[in-house]
């Protein structure tokens, strides 16, 4: 069926918010953009002018896509080589959506996104709806499926799922920009004690190579353990700077809200660690290096003022 104009540019009104939705739901910037164009699809094929309420109509769509791919995502991470973790979304991409609230902005951040995975495909639909986009749970419902007393119920107990132990401090860009660059200054000097004094007794260090970037499957544990890690992951090598194609550049950066350190090589975002910040310290680090998960993050790196690197790596 042929769309009118009208309606092409109603669903484009809706395209940042269902693409925001799909990103949260699916941890993947790709995967979501593919689900909304495959929404966009449905819309074409469907008699648009019954459609009573669009915006619900097509958040329905969406959302039941996004389930069907999360069930098939989790056999397909069952043969992932190494950890999988999201993709990450530098500041500034309008698929990081709402950011009025501090829900809002937590919903997003990496370490819950990270956490999410723990969550049954329907779990994470009715948390992502409910504290991201604070969809009523009658709406919820609506979009599922299922009853508004269900919806309330599974809210409830993805909230216990994703809460952590530690409560991750809000902190504004400056601050970001700050911790990563006192992070840096620690991890390039000489001497292990300083980088120890900003992490938690029980930090975390995890990275995502997808198998073509040499990534360690199992996280280090522990300040001492990480540290050194850390340490040794900037330490200059010719095997490092081949492995990425050149000599990185850092720069301090914000990456789903959370201090981020991006490195680039010619233009190409070929790193990005994302910092959980917590009261104590650095409490995690979670590094994205497969290339495929970064493309969106080049992408949007070509179109920012980023200034110059904070110094060069390897």
Request: glycine share 8%.
């Amino acid at each position: 069926m042929s769309l009118s104009a009208d309606h092409v540019d109603r669903f484009e009104a809706f395209r940042p918010r269902l693409e925001a939705v799909a990103y949260r739901l699916l941890g993947s910037a790709g995967e979501a953009e593919d689900a909304v164009q495959e929404t966009f699809l449905r819309w074409q094929a469907a008699d648009v002018d019954r459609v009573e309420v669009p915006e619900a109509w097509l958040t329905k769509v969406l959302t039941n896509l996004c389930l069907n791919q999360l069930a098939s995502a989790r056999a397909r991470r069952e043969t992932y080589v190494g950890q999988w973790l999201p993709e990450p979304l530098l500041d500034g991409d309008p698929m990081l959506g709402p950011a009025d609230t501090a829900e809002q902005r937590e919903s997003v951040s990496y370490a819950v996104l990270t956490l999410m995975e723990r969550l049954s495909p329907g779990e994470r639909a009715v948390y992502v709806l409910r504290e991201a986009f604070d969809y009523p749970h009658r709406d919820i419902a609506e979009i599922l499926d299922i009853t508004e007393a269900a919806s309330q119920q599974i809210f409830h107990r993805a909230k216990k799922h994703v809460a952590g132990g530690k409560v991750r401090t809000e902190i504004d860009e400056a601050a970001a920009r700050r911790i990563v660059e006192e992070f840096l200054a620690a991890a390039v000097g000489g001497r292990i004690e300083p980088l120890v004094r900003l992490l938690t007794e029980d930090a975390v260090a995890i990275g995502d190579g997808g198998g073509k970037i040499p990534s360690r499957a199992t996280a280090f544990e522990g300040a001492a353990a990480v540290a050194r890690f850390l340490w040794g992951l900037l330490k200059p090598g010719k095997a490092k700077r081949a492995l990425v194609g050149g000599e990185p550049e850092i720069y301090a950066w914000t990456a789903n809200g959370d201090p981020a350190v991006v490195a680039v090589v010619d233009g190409r975002v070929v790193g990005v660690v994302c910092l959980e910040v917590v009261a104590e310290g650095i409490a995690a680090f979670r590094s994205q290096v497969n290339p495929d998960k970064l493309e969106r993050a080049t992408e949007r790196w070509a179109i920012t003022a980023h200034g110059e690197p904070l110094f060069n790596a390897f």
